[in-house]
């Protein structure tokens, strides 16, 4: 079983920062990329960043430049950044890991999300 733990939501005045923890445990053979994703009221999910296990990073749009996402190989957990935050930002935010798992002597990979922080920014 793996398991993703998010933390880090809350509320917050425009302009002001917030830090997001997804920390992944279980039967982990490797993690691979992980990512951060949200999803407001009436609005489809939407990728914000990505980091791939070299530490490769992407960004959506409305976020570069704003947002920073890192991760901690060793503790298996991924950290956003939010910095300079705009009422847009209000959102269920999900982290995702692409990871590889044990399963009995053997590995297989999937795909796994946390269940959510919620992230309100105030104007």
């Known amino acids: 079983q793996v398991q993703l733990v998010e933390s880090g939501g809350g509320l917050v005045q425009a302009g002001g920062s917030l830090r997001l923890s997804c920390a992944a445990s279980?039967?982990?053979?490797?993690?691979?990329?992980m990512g951060w994703y949200r999803q407001a009221p009436g609005k489809q999910r939407e990728l914000v960043a990505v980091?791939?296990?070299?530490?490769?990073?992407d960004y959506g749009d409305s976020v570069k430049g704003r947002f920073t996402i890192s991760r901690d190989n060793a503790e298996n957990t991924v950290y956003l950044q939010m910095n300079s935050l705009k009422p847009e930002d209000t959102a269920v935010y999900y982290c995702?890991?692409?990871?590889?798992?044990?399963?009995?002597?053997?590995?297989?990979?999937?795909?796994?999300w946390g269940q959510g922080t919620q992230v309100t920014v105030s104007s």
């Open positions: 995702d890991a692409d990871l590889t798992r044990w399963e009995g002597l053997r590995t297989t990979r999937d795909d796994y």
């Open positions: 980091i791939t296990s070299g530490g490769s990073t």
């Open positions: 279980g039967s982990i053979f490797r993690l691979n990329a």
